[in-house]
């Protein structure tokens, strides 16, 4: 018996041969310097911001050289599969502007001449290249139980030396094949493991895209390559998917980067051209003053999810991996305003060594400047789309007049310097709500503070005949049709009428002889229309309320007083 008898015993329905599957998938025709990059996500549970991070990166480096991006789906462990997670991952990433050219797109459906993309669907393929590395002697049919596996853990740290299966302790490496031929026609249970050439003493040299040139400990595990269920484990299965889809540069974090030697030497074990690897900078976070990796049990910013029922922008997230992921982005986003992110060319040359710090602050920040700049036409239409998933009532609410919400959201935009009052979708109601009737008339208006400031900390309650006077006699002078600056220069003049005064010093100096300053006259008027002392700017407000609601709404609010 010889080791051909012992692979097609294993494998008698493989026929095909490495060749044949060369044949099947060929080099991809694409121009020099094209890079075919991947995603290849566990279906185990929601897409995770390191997950985003790194599909980002993946997806621009094929998109810019004019390459191909696809998606195949990692499925193998099937214990820990969360059943329609993948094609949710692959929805997600879309919202994002990650859409791959092809490869896994839902359970049903590919597109792409490499597939299958779903690797549950490539067993043959798999079961193709182990049955020839059998026949060349660099694989093996392994029959440790779980016994002889916990006694030879247990021995290795008895004797301090590296865990593992390897060399004096690989007990089944060097089996008879026909004892080997002997065991699995009884019925043995077995896993397949490859065999390994290398020496833990030993050192490899090689070249990461990120990091440079690396010395790393030569692999001497015999590690498992197929399972007893018939499904490879992620070593070996990346390593064929990698070759036959002819990935040319794989991008993954670096906590691969200690497997590095294991699929180096299977890919040069098979004769097939290694990819060139970037390993990735982890997204960190500070814990009481350590950095740890973001962690799906601990921290909600660890879900991409959370970003996205929280609302906010894709745009703005997008832009905040990327200065994560090139140290020179900001300086090219702060040189280039009017161009998209798109028009950025990632280099792994400006990629962190270091794991990142996520900083929601500055998500926030960055995601408050791109939608102030967002025109009001557009983000209406995005705060639309989210609410719709998110927030129902809102959603109702802008439904019923889409041109409303557009003029609040307009409000001191597109001008030199926009507000930014808005870092998330999910800020917009808080912000605006009063300015819908169904709201406003809800709102508690016999309680409103009527209150002004004067000195440090120093308040004193307006008597409740000035409060009426004062709005009053706004309605009585009421004009806003006219440019702002007129505006305010009415409503000063009147205010001054009224005892309110535009002369800080004075006012400081002896706040009994005024009823408050101007700011405090116009503050009332907000007050009376929004029962609240911040909103957006009260001129703009009026105008896109129209004179009778806004006579109405200060109406309610003298009676109550």
Known sequence: MNSLDLANLIFPDI????????????????????????????????LHTGSLFTSLVSSRFAKQSGGVFYIRLEDTDTKREIEGSGAELVSQLKVFDIIPDEGYLSDDKEIGNYGPYTQSKRADIYKTVIKELIIQGRAYPCFATPEELQALRDEQEKNKEIPGYYGKYAKYRNLPIDEAIEMIKA?????????????????????????????????????????????????????????????????????????????????????????????????????????RKLSKRKDNEAAVEFFLQSGYPKYGFIEYLLTIANSNYEEWRN????????????????????GALFDIEKVESISKERIAYTKATVLEAEVEEWAKKYDKPFYEMIIKDRDFL??????????????????????????????????????????LDWSVSFGKGETKIVPADVVKKALTSYMESYNVDCAEDEWFGNLKELAGTLGFTSDRKAYKANPADFNGQVGDFAGFIRLALACRKNTPNIYYIQKILGKDEVFRRIKLVLESI
């Open 15 to 46: 026929h095909e041969t490495i060749a044949d599957l060369e044949k099947r998938y060929p080099e991809r025709n694409l121009p020099e310097g094209a890079e075919v990059t991947r995603f290849a996500p566990s279906p185990t549970g929601f």
């Open 187 to 291: 019925g043995k249970p077995y896993i397949i493991r490859f065999k390994s050439m290398g020496d833990h003493n030993n050192k490899i040299f090689f070249h990461d895209e990120i990091r440079g040139d690396l010395e790393l400990t030569q692999n001497d595990q015999d590690i498992v390559i197929l399972k007893s269920d018939g499904l490879p484990t992620y070593h070996f299965a990346h390593l064929v998917d990698d070759h036959f889809m002819r990935t040319t540069v794989v991008t993954r974090g670096e906590e691969w980067l200690s497997s590095l030697p294991i699929h180096l030497e299977l890919f040069d074990t098979l004769g097939f051209k290694r990819p060139r690897y970037a390993h990735l900078p982890v997204i960190m976070k500070l814990d009481n003053g350590n950095k």
């Open 335 to 354: 040189q280039n305003l009017d161009k998209s992110f798109y028009d950025f060319k990632l280099t792994f040359d400006h990629m962190s060594l270091d």
């Open 406 to 447: 557009t003029k609040l959201l307009n409000i001191e935009r597109e001008k030199e310097n926009p507000r930014k009052d808005y870092a998330k979708y999910s800020d917009v109601y808080p912000i605006i709500s009063f300015a819908y009737n169904e709201v406003y008339d809800n709102l508690d208006k016999s309680n």
